[in-house]
């Protein structure tokens, strides 16, 4: 991401996750110096709403359980990722 951050600029977006400003120069401020931006609609299909670009998240089971497979079953719900999302995780 450096190139963000010369004068003049190599780059005016750089499509990263939520972990990139791990990689910023230390002077650089969130908010000011770099921020993030949602993706616009899509003009032809306003009914979709805005983008969301999200990780793929990946959990299995490691060792066979009762408690195991209850816990993946709780995640399939909506509940799972709203108390998830409650915890200020990044969505990028």
């Given at each position: 991401p450096k190139g963000l951050f010369t004068v003049p600029p190599k780059c005016?977006?750089?499509?990263?996750?939520?972990f990139i400003?791990?990689?910023f120069p230390e002077n650089v401020k969130l908010g000011q110096d770099a921020d993030f931006f949602p993706y616009p609609p899509y003009a032809s299909k306003p009914e979709l709403g805005t983008p969301l670009e999200v990780a793929g998240t990946l959990v299995m089971i490691t060792k066979d359980s009762k408690a195991s497979r209850e816990f993946i079953k709780f995640l399939q719900m909506p509940l799972a990722h709203e108390l998830w999302m409650a915890q200020k995780s990044f969505v990028t």
């Open positions: 005016y977006m750089h499509h990263q996750a939520s400003p791990s990689f």
